[in-house]
């Protein structure tokens, strides 16, 4: 078994920052690409920024200059560091991570999600 678990998330005011944390536990291998991922409100869940073994990342451009993805790979955790907050920003985050198990099957898992709100 392996479970995610976030942490981090909470009410900011606009301009505001917030590091959410990611912690994989379990019968892991290795992990391979990590990411974040947020679901607004009647929207559909959409890509944050994912982060490679090897420290490469990718970002979606509406959080390009503000948001921070980075990995402590001996932990099995991924961070997001989030400046410049704004309300649209508000959604439910989500990490991600695809794990190679012991058994050697490789499955993409999902953590339960931290909300952000970013109000005044």
């Known amino acids: 078994q392996v479970q995610l678990v976030e942490s981090g998330g909470g009410l900011v005011q606009p301009g505001g920052s917030l590091r959410l944390s990611c912690a994989a536990s379990g019968s892991i291998f290795s992990i391979g690409v990590m990411g974040w991922y947020r679901q607004a409100p009647g929207k559909q869940r959409e890509l944050v920024a994912t982060?490679?073994?090897?420290?490469?990342?990718n970002y979606a451009d509406s959080v390009k200059g503000r948001f921070t993805i980075s990995r402590e790979n001996a932990k099995n955790t991924v961070y997001l560091q989030m400046n410049s907050l704004k309300p649209e920003d508000t959604a439910v985050y989500y990490c991600?991570?695809?794990?190679?198990?012991?058994?050697?099957?490789?499955?993409?898992?999902w953590g339960q999600g931290t909300q952000v709100t970013v109000s005044s």
């Open positions: 991600n991570a695809n794990i190679r198990l012991i058994t050697s099957s490789r499955y993409d898992y």
């Open positions: 982060i490679t073994r090897g420290g490469d990342t």
